[in-house]
Structure formats: C-alpha cells, structure tokens
C-alpha cells in the first residue's frame, strides 16, 4: 500500500513506520523489528500497550544486552511479566531494574 507524504511523493507503508520510529531504526534489520513487535502482542492489553510503546519508543536504542534482556522478559508469561512491569513483584538483578525503569517510562 502506498500513500503520498507531506511532499506529496508516494511512500510505501513500511517506510512511513520506518520515519515513525527514527533514523536508528535502521541500524536493525526489519524483519527482526517486526519480530520483537509481534512478540510484544500479548493476552493482556496493558501488556500489549506497554510493550508496543516501548519498542516503537526505545528499542532500536538498546545496548546488546539490554535487547537479550527485553528479549527473556518476552519468553515469560503475561502475569508474571505484568507483575515485574507493574511493581507487583521486584525485579531479580540491577540490569533487570534498569530496564524495568525505561519500560515503566513510557
């Protein structure tokens, strides 16, 4: 699907989520963005918003470990998950925390 940007040239979809997300965005690959996004869909809304919004805001700004470690929250289940981006339960390590705080920023 293509539309016309403000310039009025035609602009496909996928390159005007790509001018959403900013000019570090294609320091990923696209495909692995896509990815992380569909993993983000979740059973639970707040997580769905939460985690959407954090990609979309913050992702593609990750150091390496911190991409892995976003990357192990999304291997758990939705309400322990919740439970750590919520404040219900305290996160296990410092690197955890720090990234807890950047998710629970958004």
Sequence with gaps: MT???????KVGAAEERGAALGQ???????DRLQRIRWRCRRGLL???????RFVDAHYVGLSA???????????????PLWDLVSGKNEPIAGEQANLLKKIKSV
């Design 65 to 79: 470990s911190e991409r892995n470690l976003f990357e192990a929250f999304l291997d758990m289940a939705d309400n």
């Design 24 to 30: 570090d965005s294609c320091l990923l690959p696209p």
């Design 46 to 52: 707040e997580l769905d918003i939460v985690l959407g």
């Design 3 to 9: 539309t016309q940007n403000e310039e009025g040239s």
